[in-house]
């Protein structure tokens, strides 16, 4: 199994430091609105990540946080619900958004069963000893408004900078404790914010004193991460925009004083989603969510198929032509996977032999880099070949296919295409009657009919073959 990594710039042979399971550590959302399908594009790439790893035979413990404090959930908390105190405001806000979230994760093919996901409001303790550990050790300031994470002093002992060989001025005090960082500079960032006015807030005692507040952004990774996948862990997955500062602020804090040099072995970080060839910004008016796509009529999983056409290190394009292309490419595998209700079985080894031959290819493919393209072209092969003679096909060979799709895509399109009810199919034989017999302007009602109940039929040398449309 080969993963390109940051920390390299390479494609580098990956095992887990135990030899067995994977432990993954995903940057979660900040809850406090819908994503939008460049978050969740994300997502499908670490979801991709852990089904290969999974194919290459290990196992996995993978980690998403819930960014459930920050300046814009509490914002957007006060906004919302005024007359709650904060800490509950906040906390309505962020389980209704933690839910659409999961929801939408769901929907678009990702496998969550086992995924352990924490909320930083629930590691406050935890942050918090990471916090007096970074003070004892000399990394961190108490000042006026806050604790700040000392990089110059961090720079005394250790790189600061290995995922983004960002350039750093020589001396440097430049404060930051809004949460919007600055993308260009290095700055000090606070790992603990003082309480304001009408913030909710938690108890923080450092020396006998105590300091009534909330942790900084960057923190609660670190701490959640290392609790729950001990130090280092095997790989730190999220998009690119994330690698500076805040992946680069997580190693520093996790690594400073006496820690282990090491915070994860790998980053995996993924290139960003396009929408009509551009960067999502509010001001272009180009977010959208699962929801927008939905609405127009499409499914999650053309929105899946379109991201997969696209390796995570390049940037993927969002357009309604490419989202309307992503969904012809599933109409046309589903339809060959319902070819399995109206077609005889086949015994034929000789098939099965160059299905499994093609699914090597496409497996070989995402274990090299996560190469999803690629894969996508051997499954095509293997879905051609399969189809090209209805009334020559292995079922046991189409469900081959189909069950590696499901697996290892996450595109689950057995379950999606049960057989048609009985009353449809009394339907398409009546037609094939009228057809024969000649009354062609009745044949043609009921199949128009069929049409508007969302089944299509297509009339080919091995009989009516329909599909649903
Ligand atoms: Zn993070």
């Given at each position: 199994m080969k993963i390109h990594n940051t920390l390299t710039k390479t494609v580098d042979e990956f095992a887990p430091l135990d030899g067995q399971t994977a432990r993954i550590y995903t940057c979660g959302p900040t809850v406090y609105n819908d994503a939008h399908i460049g978050n969740l594009s994300s997502y499908i790439y670490a979801d991709i990540l852990r089904r290969a790893l999974r194919l290459a035979g290990f196992e996995i413990r993978h980690v998403i946080n819930f960014t459930d404090v920050d300046d814009k959930t509490i914002r957007r908390s006060r906004e919302q619900y005024p007359e709650l105190e904060p800490n509950e405001a906040l906390q309505k806000?962020?389980?209704?958004?933690?839910?659409?979230?999961?929801?939408?994760?769901?929907?678009?093919?990702?496998?969550?069963?086992?995924?352990?996901f924490v909320r930083a409001t629930e590691s406050i303790d935890d942050i918090q000893n990471l916090i007096r550990k970074l003070l004892d050790v000399g990394a961190a300031y108490v000042a006026d408004d806050g604790i700040y994470f000392d990089i110059a002093a961090y720079r005394r002992e250790r790189k600061y900078g290995q995922l983004s060989k960002i350039d750093l001025p020589s001396e440097m005090r430049a404060r930051i404790d809004n949460d919007e960082y600055d993308k260009e500079s290095a700055q000090d960032f606070a790992l603990w914010k003082k309480q304001k006015p009408g913030e909710p807030a938690w108890d923080f005692e450092i020396a006998g004193n105590t300091t009534r507040g909330r942790p900084g952004w960057h923190i609660e990774c670190s701490a959640m991460s290392v609790k729950n996948l001990g130090q280092p862990f095997d790989i730190h997955t999220g998009a690119v925009d994330l690698i500076f500062p805040h992946h680069e602020n997580e190693i520093a804090q996790s690594?400073?004083?006496?820690?282990?040099?090491?915070?994860?072995?790998?980053?995996?970080?993924?290139?960003?989603?396009?929408?009509?060839?551009?960067?999502?910004?509010?001001?272009?008016?180009?977010?959208?969510?699962?929801?927008?796509?939905?609405?127009?009529?499409?499914?999650?999983?053309?929105?899946?198929?379109?991201?997969?056409?696209?390796?995570?290190?390049?940037?993927?394009?969002?357009?309604?032509?490419?989202?309307?292309?992503?969904?012809?490419?599933?109409?046309?595998?589903?339809?060959?996977?319902?070819?399995?209700?109206?077609?005889?079985?086949?015994?034929?080894?000789?098939?099965?032999?160059?299905?499994?031959?093609?699914l090597v290819r496409a497996g070989a493919a995402l274990m090299e880099n996560l190469n999803t393209p690629e894969a996508l072209k051997h499954i095509d092969e293997a879905i051609s070949f399969i189809s090209?003679?209805?009334?020559?096909?292995?079922?046991?060979?189409?469900?081959?296919?189909?069950?590696?799709?499901?697996?290892?895509?996450?595109?689950?399109?057995?379950?999606?295409?049960?057989?048609?009810?009985?009353?449809?199919?009394?339907?398409?034989?009546?037609?094939?009657?009228?057809?024969?017999?000649?009354?062609?302007?009745?044949?043609?009602?009921?199949?128009?009919?069929?049409?508007?109940?969302?089944?299509?039929?297509?009339?080919?040398?091995?009989?009516?073959?329909?599909?649903?449309?």
């Open positions: 806000l962020t389980r209704h958004y933690e839910q659409v979230f999961r929801n939408d994760l769901v929907s678009i093919g990702n496998d969550i069963s086992d995924i352990k690594t400073a004083g006496d820690q282990p040099e090491t915070y994860a072995r790998w980053f995996v970080h993924n290139e960003h989603l396009l929408v009509d060839g551009a960067k999502m910004a509010k001001s272009k008016n180009n977010f959208y969510t699962l929801n927008d796509l939905v609405k127009k009529g499409f499914s999650p999983l053309d929105f899946r198929m379109l991201i997969l056409q696209s390796h995570f290190q390049s940037p993927s394009n969002f357009s309604w032509d490419n989202l309307t292309a992503a969904r012809g490419r599933l109409k046309a595998w589903q339809a060959v996977a319902e070819l399995r209700w109206q077609t005889t079985d086949v015994d034929d080894d000789g098939q099965q032999e160059i299905v499994r031959g093609l090209k003679d209805p009334s020559n096909i292995s079922h046991e060979a189409l469900r081959t296919i189909f069950d590696f799709v499901d697996r290892n895509l996450g595109l689950s399109i057995l379950s999606s295409t049960p057989d048609i009810d009985d009353n449809i199919k009394d339907m398409i034989s009546i037609r094939q009657t009228e057809r024969a017999s000649g009354d062609y302007a009745r044949s043609d009602e009921i199949r128009d009919s069929l049409r508007e109940n969302g089944i299509e039929l297509r009339d080919t040398s091995a009989g009516v073959i329909w599909a649903r449309n």
